[in-house]
């Protein structure tokens, strides 16, 4: 089912499945992915408890071995909306037996969209309701048209990083494990990443050390966003080997596994860690300009 929230200037749209967003326009124009499965089915998932691909599907913790599908299990759910304003809504997911079955752990999950003027903001909150350190991953996937205006091509667009410091890009197996290969990556024209389709054709970017804002922008046209984030790492990444006329920018607090061999998850460096009873809140938000 789908629930919309609205102010002035936006009008957002969410689906209790995966509490993803499927529609975000602004002043009439949408500026969301629309789904076109001949490229892309979906629009914006929500990652968690993993974030992207885990060896064989698998991982362990404390000696027994769990399966997972990519991107972990909450953009497979249906959620409960649990709260609704005219600029704000929030859905959850509570654990259950499906869920232990493939995560050992007792949470709750939510994630709220609120909006102010022209920002969307996404605030994933996690509790750890069971007796033991939680170890997971959360994040985002939202996918945005590119171009935004008519009569400018993909290849007009930029992915501008003004807080970029020495960012790094986390080297990635063919099949898009880890591999340890991590290596400098080049901006050029002021921080910028230039679009064009072929950058994608060994699938997503993933840099570390990019700072924490993107603009996606054109020297050619009037319309783009700035979209902020709280965590260590962001993705870029368009369907491989397609003209696929969208970008999705993706805010990431963890990493995919690494090649070789199940992830141990308490062993794992890079996935955030909760104690019993606590509470874990981050989120991305999103400026149409």
Known sequence: MNYTIRNEHMTVTAETFGGQLVSVKKDGQEYLWQRDPSYWKDSAPNLFPY???????????????????????LKYRELTLI????????????YDDETLEQYPWKFVFRISYILKENELSVSMEVLNE????????????P????PMEEGLAFEDYYLELPEAEDPVRIGFTEACFRNGEDEAYSLSEGKRILLRHDLFDQDAIVLKNAGHAVRLGT?????GLILRWDYDYVGFWSKPGTDAPYVCIEPWGSL????????????????????PGKTCTSGWKVEIL
């Not at 691909?53 to 404390?62: C, I, V």
């Not at 996918?143 to 590119?146: D, E, K, L």
């Not at 020297?219 to 319309?223: F, L, T, V």
């Open 143 to 146: 996918g945005f048209c590119v």
């Open 256 to 275: 995919p596994s690494r090649d070789g061999k199940p992830e141990d998850f308490a062993a794992q460096p890079d996935l955030l860690t909760l104690e």
């Open 130 to 141: 069971d007796e033991k350190t939680m170890y997971f991953g959360v994040g985002g996937h």
């Open 51 to 73: 974030i992207a691909r885990l060896y064989d599907g698998k991982y362990t913790f404390e000696g027994k071995t769990y399966s997972m599908k990519i991107h972990g299990f």
């Open 219 to 223: 020297d050619k046209g009037e319309k």
């Open 83 to 94: 709260e609704q304003e005219k600029d704000r809504m929030t859905f959850e997911l509570r």
